[in-house]
């Protein structure tokens, strides 16, 4: 069974960074998709990036785009978001996921089977 810990969450300062890692058991990384995605208290979770699998294109929600980096290392079958120049509305438990079934990644948290415990990123001075 595939298993995903996720690490490095907690309270940075507006313009600060932080990167987060998920590592993941039970199945390699090459196999899947792979996306973030983040959830703050009374919504819906949201896309925030992801990597397809075939060719690991990289998607960015506009909220984020320039700021976050997805990236994986397969040898130590771990994946990360690198958040730079973080800011308020940043704030929210983010989630690492994987995707099973399409090679192709897309932002919908419900196209995705495997999800991490989440983990609390504060933005604030």
């Known amino acids: 069974q595939v298993q995903l810990v996720e690490s490095g969450g907690g309270l940075v300062q507006p313009g600060g960074s932080l990167r987060l890692s998920c590592a993941a058991s039970?199945?390699?990384?090459?196999?899947?998709?792979i996306g973030w995605f983040r959830q703050v208290p009374g919504k819906e979770r949201e896309g925030v990036s992801c990597?397809?699998?075939?060719?690991?294109?990289?998607y960015y929600a506009d909220s984020v785009k320039g700021r976050f980096t997805i990236s994986k290392d397969d040898a130590k079958n771990t994946m990360y978001l690198q958040m730079d120049s973080l800011k308020p509305e940043d704030t929210a438990v983010y989630y690492c996921?994987?995707?099973?079934?399409?090679?192709?990644?897309?932002?919908?948290?419900?196209?995705?089977?495997?999800w991490g415990q989440g983990a609390q990123v504060t933005v604030s001075s």
């Open positions: 996921a994987l995707e099973s079934i399409q090679a192709m990644c897309v932002l919908k948290p419900n196209e995705y089977d495997y």
């Open positions: 990597m397809s699998s075939d060719d690991g294109s990289t």
């Open positions: 039970g199945s390699t990384l090459d196999k899947y998709a």
